[in-house]
């Protein structure tokens, strides 16, 4: 069949007639078929999202062609049709959200486009059921869960019956409960629909059912084949700044223990089979280990955070009054890492701007460091000194023309010398990964998604805070870059002793960095203790749809197929240890 779009020697240069013009992609030629499933992934500013605006339109090549059907991109004639063969479903639903009500919205876009009103219904109730929304259409969209607004927004596309849907970062922002059903709607329809699907990401695991997997690196495509092909050459993606599955990743270094295991694993399945295979009914080599805690253990010390019963109201006292927290208990010990968990709306970002007094108690015990937040004289801003906080949303924080003015915002409200401002900038945007010469001078708006979060973060450490808040840190940012906050958060905590408030729907992360977790539902602290004490429950957190590390769903796997394995290995590290009592070979 000929292909539904065809890209012919694309080029797109961003800022092209200034002094520093940005060749974001790079002569790609490409083919996507009917009925394909693609996945393209690369390290933040390797041109993925941009490749991804060609393809409605949204961008125009500034040399090369992008064919939709038989329709050039360039041909403003054609523009509605090509937008309504190619569907895109972006990272944040806000943004493509615009009815008050569920229904509406997702009419919104065949209505445009003058489908006659019978048809119009057929469509929204087909759409809806599609993505299993149909009970929610009467709802207004913000009081959806992140997971349930981004059905909505696959809804709104699909009624406008495209061939294609482009998924960028789709699913970056959401729990993993969310994750896994925007993931799976869209294997649906492009299982029994023949829908062809574009979908980029961060996550490896999620390009593991593809039939067709492109790298970029640089604006141009650095490698492409089945997923096995691709994430057979780990090294090679390690270069590009990327990483494998977390099963291929276990399965390679199984695979140095013992050769009979595959290093080409994708899937839970087939790791349980291979690893099978090779046990047998063979005892193991040595002696079972108990289960040491590879994350730090709790040190005792004067709580530098300490909430009990904390509630909080938004637009209180009028009718549309609603109770975001009902009863949170909370607590941070000095220089201790504290994971805070929680389903899209269960309260988190609620709780966590009440830690530097952008948001009051209308209940409860919230005392931070010197500061009773209870009592309306509280000095916040000094506070706010104190409490470093980096939203998820790194483009909220970010204002200014230029980075460095930016990150210098804050150490100038304090009044410091231009040498000492100069000198902060440099060390914070350093620290981040931002080099102080290269991107000082850089617009903000000309950063990649990745770096605005790096930047964001400069300009808190810039401050010199002593809790450091952090909101989804790594949300967004590719396997490397997410390597690389998470250990610079690591050193900067140990530097400076900072005492650390992680918000993370990543176990995989509360797992490495955590000393404890909190779990929040329904405005509420249902649970807390130490990481290995939270993913021993595995069905608690399924109940609130969060999940456990993909290490840990691994070693439940293997003991649930008579593996007489520890289930509670929380590191891969951990898990490599366990399994290789049984697969060293005889001698």
């Known amino acids: 069949m000929p292909p539904v779009i065809r890209i012919d020697n694309l080029w797109h240069i961003y800022n092209r007639e200034g002094e520093r013009p940005i060749e974001a992609v790079r002569g790609i030629s490409l083919e996507i078929h009917p009925g394909e499933y693609v996945v393209i992934v690369g390290q933040n500013g390797s041109g993925k999202s941009t490749l991804a605006k060609h393809l409605n339109a949204l961008l125009l090549p500034t040399r090369g062609d992008v064919w939709i059907n038989d329709w050039n991109t360039r041909d403003r004639e054609h523009k509605l049709d090509i937008r309504s063969t190619v569907g895109m479903v972006f990272q944040n639903p806000d943004n493509q959200i615009v009815a008050t009500i569920v ?133 090679r993606l390690r270069d590009l700044a990327l990483d494998v599955p977390p099963v291929t990743d276990l399965a390679q270094r199984l695979h140095a223990i013992n050769p009979r295991i595959p290093p080409d694993l994708l899937t839970l399945e087939e790791l349980v089979e291979a690893v099978r295979a090779v046990v047998g009914t063979r005892a193991p080599v040595t002696p079972a280990r108990g289960g040491a805690n590879h994350t730090p253990q709790t040190q005792n010390g004067r709580r530098v955070v300490d909430i009990a019963d904390l509630r909080h109201l938004y637009l209180r006292n009028t009718p549309l009054e609603v109770e975001a927290l009902k009863g949170v208990d909370f607590d941070v010990l000095d220089g201790e890492t504290v994971a805070i968990m929680g389903h899209t709306g269960s309260g988190k970002s609620t709780l966590i701007q009440h830690l530097n007094g952008l948001l009051r108690p209308h209940g409860g015990r919230a005392r931070i460091l010197d500061y009773d937040l209870t009592d309306p004289k509280a000095d916040v801003r000094a506070l706010r000194r104190r409490v470093g906080l980096v939203f998820q949303f790194a483009e909220d924080q970010l204002f200014e023309r230029y980075v460095g003015d930016d990150v210098a915002f804050g150490p100038r409200q304090l009044g410091l010398s231009r040498e000492e401002v100069r000198e902060r900038v440099r060390e914070a945007m350093n620290a981040v990964g931002l080099d102080f010469d290269t991107f000082k001078d850089r617009y903000v708006w000309a950063l990649s998604g990745g770096e605005k979060r790096r930047a964001a973060l400069a300009g808190i450490l810039a401050l010199r805070p002593e809790i450091l808040v952090l909101d989804e840190p790594t949300a967004g940012l590719d396997p490397q870059g997410r390597n690389t906050i998470l250990g610079l958060i690591r050193r900067l905590k140990a530097e400076r002793h900072l005492s650390l408030v992680l918000v993370s729907h990543n176990m995989d992360e509360v797992a490495r960095m955590a000393q404890r977790g909190f779990v929040l539902a329904d405005g509420r602290t249902v649970t807390s203790g130490t990481p290995r004490q939270l993913f021993s429950q595995p069905q608690t957190l399924y109940d609130l749809n969060l999940g456990i590390p993909h290490v840990t769903e691994a070693m439940h796997a293997l003991a649930d197929a008579g593996i007489p394995v520890r289930r509670d290995c929380i590191t891969i590290e951990e898990a490599v240890g366990e399994l290789s009592r049984y697969l060293i070979p005889d001698t």
């Open 103 to 235: 229904e509406e919205d997702v009419a919104f876009g065949p209505e445009n486009l003058g489908v006659p009103h019978e048809e119009l219904r057929r469509r929204v109730d087909w759409a809806l059921d599609l993505v299993g929304m149909t009970e929610f259409r009467y709802r207004p969209p913000h009081r959806l869960s992140g997971g349930q607004k981004q059905r909505v927004a696959i809804a709104g596309v699909m009624a406008m019956k495209p061939q294609v849907l482009v998924l960028d970062e789709s699913t970056a922002l959401l729990d993993p409960l969310g994750r896994r059903q925007v993931l799976e709607i869209a294997r649906r329809l492009n299982r029994e629909e023949g829908l062809t699907v574009v979908a980029i990401t961060h996550f490896m695991e999620e390009a593991v059912h593809a039939d067709r997997v492109i790298v970029l690196h640089k604006g141009e495509i650095a490698l492409q084949g089945t997923p096995r092909e691709v994430f057979r050459q780990a090294d």
